[in-house]
């Protein structure tokens, strides 16, 4: 089985979003820091309020999956659906934006540590325009693998791990998941070691938010907030440094298709993106097909 290398690196980089919220931004930094279909990924981590309390007010999306996973603190989702959910610490919100949604994402804290991830995730073209679904899921619908070396949360698709297999919640939410994508949670004791097996056909990034680890055969380190696309192979190796680590794994199947993106809209062509504009611009952005 073909251990997978690291192929390229992409650094966080700070920035905000939303009403002022101070994150991280690796994948989506610039254009040519995508992964199909892997658009974004921001890592948003504070102790002081005033880095997140402004949050995420009413915005739209269209086009694309938002995915927010929260280690600490507690955010409220409510959209033009109706739809409102509480995502506490190792809760997980899965949405797809489809033809439009327009929704918020708010503190429910005032002090604390706030601390999470959010990863968009492209639709291909014939699924850019169903309607928009939402679930919430809880802490404790996420299943874990455990090792001698660490644990495995799984948020989305399906791990075998030493003749155990673990499928995420997110499973079976959707009518159809062309990505099929793989989303772990890699918690690692000191110099503690996992190989997971990953599809051969599917693109992988890595990211590293706590601690040092080591990827491949090769050993190539990826220092915290550091993220790596990784090359072919049907197997990603991690190794954490003297002092533990935590990684994200992400692997989606590519969709192969031009993006054209404007902000919260994640379209095809130029004429899709004006479309969607006006679309929003004039109330139809959220109206049933």
Known sequence: ?????????????????????????????????????LLMLDEFYSDDPQDYLGGFPPHPHRGFETVTYMLDGHMRHEDHLGNRGDLGPGGVQWMTAGRGIVHSEMPQQSEGRMRGFQLWINLPAAEKMQPARY????ADAVPELTTAHGRVRVLAGRLELDGREA??????????????PLYLDIRLGAAGVLVLPVASGHNVFLYAFDGEVRIGEQAEALAAHEGAVLGAGAAVRVEAG????????????????????????????????????????????????
């Open 167 to 180: 499928r995420g919640p997110i499973n079976g939410t959707a009518d159809s998941m062309s990505t099929d």
């Open 1 to 37: 089985m073909k251990i997978r290398e690291l192929s390229r690196r992409l650094l966080s980089h700070p920035t905000s979003d939303g009403a002022g919220v101070k994150l991280r931004r690796s994948l989506g930094a610039r254009p040519d820091a995508r992964l199909d279909p």
């Open 242 to 289: 003297p002092d533990g680590a935590g990684v994200l794994l992400i692997a989606a199947r590519p969709i192969g298709e031009p993006v054209a993106q404007y902000g919260p809209f994640v379209m095809n062509t130029r004429e899709e993106l004006e479309q969607a504009l006006a679309d929003y611009r004039d109330g139809r952005l959220t109206e049933p097909a």
């Open 135 to 138: 679930a919430d899921i809880q």
